[in-house]
């Protein structure tokens, strides 16, 4: 039984989910809570409108009230990995129950090992709980479904130090288990100051060496020197020109901290066009779109991305906000 106002089947109410979530363009947190609740009075049951109240309520602070409707997505729709993926994160940041938040993640991997959102969940809980082993592992294979993600290796980084892409598509990655693994020894981890003397050695022998140049550079860049992370990034794709990792660093870098946005453009546009369904360069270049006004070519690149990841919430909260 349903509370409606009228009948509905489930295929009339999901065509209307989506003309609502199609129309949720205002960027006001108060206005689409109250369309979504008036979309809930007339269908109560869609599991996904509950679940984006949760994210508003979220948001707007109110934990008890984005628990209860991430509690009634998840009952009227318990096998879906985007409501899944969101109440666990709820639990473990709102609430600090790592516990759950684990058990509900790692029974989502155990359908979904290469879910690239839920092994980086994993990694970073682990990270905050001190198990650093643990989240080198998760972090890791995530990385081998996308091996080009600065942000990931980024934090892994933290935790190994800079490791190129390449390495991480060759090597052998330990698997995880359906549960957290046990703890072992952290290893000791190696100062800036030393990793970069590896690294600037190996160029000495061999200045053709892009992995160097480009690990050089992501050192640099954590260091806030981002004239020499460019000049690194630069001199990568010079020794490997269609490396499209080393390309994408450079792009990136270019548009968020030397203000280059023409020529991050040009990179990511060339990059596009050998890897047309590369999540990453059209979330790029939705940013970039929509940060230069061009809302219609925002939109173009966004609802792309969810087309491929149609599970993906944050191209869905860009999207509303266009």
């Known amino acids: 039984m349903t509370s409606s106002v009228v009948p509905y089947n489930q295929y009339e109410a999901m065509n209307a989910y989506q003309r609502l979530r199609a129309c949720l363009t205002s960027e006001s947190t108060d206005s689409a809570l109250a369309e979504i609740r008036t979309f809930l009075k007339i269908f109560p049951d869609v599991a996904l409108a509950h679940n984006d109240l949760g994210v508003l309520y979220h948001r707007a602070g109110d934990s008890l009230l984005a628990l209860a409707h991430y509690e009634k997505a998840n009952r009227l729709q318990p096998n879906n990995p985007t409501i899944i993926k969101n109440l666990a994160e709820f639990y473990f940041v709102a ?8 058990a509900m993640l790692t029974g989502l991997l155990e359908v979904y090992p290469d879910d690239f959102e839920i092994l980086t969940a994993l990694g970073t809980i682990s990270k905050q709980v001190g198990r650093p082993d643990e989240a080198r592992i998760f972090y890791r294979k995530a990385l ?20 190129s892409a390449a390495e991480y598509r060759s090597a052998p990655v330990e698997q995880s288990s359906s549960s957290i693994p046990a703890f072992t020894l952290a290893q000791h981890q190696p100062t800036e100051d030393s990793e970069a003397q590896n690294l600037l050695e190996l160029l000495q022998q061999n200045p053709r060496n892009g992995i160097a140049h480009n690990n050089l550079g992501l050192l640099r860049f954590r260091q806030g020197r981002f004239d020499e992370a460019a000049a690194c990034y630069e001199k990568a794709r010079q020794c490997d020109p269609l490396n499209a990792l080393f390309q994408k660093n450079l792009a990136d870098l270019y548009y968020t901290e030397l203000g280059k946005t023409d020529e991050a453009i040009e990179i ?51 999207l509303a906000g266009l």
Do not use: C
């Not at 609430?95 to 684990?102: E, G, K, P």
């Not at 081998?144 to 490791?163: H, K």
């Open 144 to 163: 081998e479904s996308d091996p080009g993600n600065q942000t990931l290796r980024s934090m892994l980084a933290e935790l190994d130090g800079p490791v």
């Open 95 to 102: 609430l600090n129950w790592t516990d759950d938040a684990i």
């Open 268 to 318: 990511y546009t060339q990059l596009l066009k050998a890897h047309p369904k590369d999540t990453e360069l059209l979330t790029s270049l939705a940013i970039i779109s929509r940060a230069n006004q061009l809302t219609e070519q925002a939109r173009v690149f966004i609802k792309r991305v969810l087309e491929l990841e149609p599970w993906n919430s944050d191209a869905r909260d860009f």
